[in-house]
């Protein structure tokens, strides 16, 4: 007992770490707060994609992207195709998912802030095996963003696999961010983005 006491005493700062390390491999909150502290200084953020010159000049309001279907939990459904002349924020995501972990702070502050725009439509959009794991990790957390499932097939060119992923269409249907991985959307430079796009 001596001995390992005299180690640790020598090792302290290698001993804390090793047992960060482990409690990041068991623990996907602990593995989420990591993520989170990552994502927050923003280098994994894409950018909405500005509308081109042509695009401005056409004034096109057909929706060009393919068309997605999603429930609530009262079992009413939710399609794309009715989202004309709104900015819809798409966010696929699991309970298991230490990167959705992550990142969902950042969702619901995001929320908090446009959920009373008329013109923003939130579909996050749950994958879980089960869909009770996924209501059970929101009530867990105090989360209030909507809880949706896929009502039919979810089109590759919103999500091909790969949890998180995100997408925000503008008026038309057309996808201006297209983001796999996690990311901070409580950024003021992402509000700005959403703005611009309410306001073409």
Request: glycine share 4%; proline share 4%; hydrophobic share 40%.
């Amino acid at each position: 007992m001596e001995k390992i006491k005299i180690w640790f005493r020598k090792n302290w700062s290698t001993a804390i770490l090793f047992a960060f390390f482990v409690l990041l491999l068991v623990s996907p909150d602990a593995k989420a707060w990591f993520m989170r502290q990552i994502i927050s200084t923003g280098i994994m953020n894409s950018s909405v994609e500005k509308k081109s010159e042509a695009e401005t000049e056409a004034n096109d309001t057909k929706i060009i992207t393919e068309n997605f279907t999603v429930a609530d939990q009262s079992g009413n459904t939710i399609s794309t195709a009715d989202m004309k002349g709104k900015v819809v924020f798409m966010n696929f995501w699991a309970s298991w998912c230490p990167p959705c972990r992550a990142e969902f702070p950042s969702i619901q502050k995001f929320y908090d802030k446009y959920k009373s725009n008329p013109d923003v439509v939130f579909l996050t959009v749950n994958l879980d095996d089960q869909a009770s794991l996924g209501e059970n990790y929101l009530k867990k957390g105090n989360y209030t963003i909507p809880f949706l499932v896929p009502a039919g097939n979810i089109p590759t060119a919103y999500f091909n696999g790969s949890l998180p992923t995100t997408v925000v269409l503008d008026k038309t249907g057309k996808i201006r961010l297209h983001h796999a991985g996690m990311a901070d959307y409580s950024k003021a430079s992402f509000y700005k983005e959403i703005d611009a796009l309410l306001n073409e």
